[in-house]
């Protein structure tokens, strides 16, 4: 099996900065795309990026240019820097890791536990 533990959430006033971690530990072999979803109240869990296991990053247009992900090969971790942030960022931001557990198994996608982020004066 394989856990992943966010953390680095909380209030932030508009304007503001916040830097999420998730890290993987557990079973694995190898580990491929890792990203970052969010979900506000009556809405849909949507990606806000995304980072492959070369390094190429895709982001939510929502998002460019304020957002930066990024990744740790040897802590298992993606981190995900939030600059400038607004109201409309207020989320339950949720980590998706495509981990292999094995030389014989293919990848299997985990999600975290979620972390709330709040942006407000």
């Known amino acids: 099996q394989v856990q992943l533990v966010e953390s680095g959430g909380g209030l932030v006033q508009p304007g503001g900065s916040l830097r999420l971690s998730c890290a993987a530990s557990?079973?694995?072999?190898?580990?491929?795309?890792m990203g970052w979803y969010r979900q506000a109240p009556g809405k849909q869990r949507a990606l806000v990026g995304a980072i492959t296991s070369g390094g190429s990053t895709n982001y939510a247009d929502s998002v460019k240019g304020r957002f930066t992900i990024s990744r740790d090969n040897v802590r298992n971790t993606v981190y995900l820097q939030m600059n400038s942030l607004k109201p409309e960022d207020t989320a339950v931001y949720y980590c998706?890791?495509?981990?292999?557990?094995?030389?014989?198994?293919?990848?299997?996608?985990?999600w975290g536990q979620g972390t709330q982020v709040t942006v407000s004066s």
């Open positions: 557990g079973s694995i072999f190898s580990i491929y795309t």
């Open positions: 998706k890791v495509f981990v292999r557990s094995d030389s014989d198994s293919g990848a299997t996608a985990y």
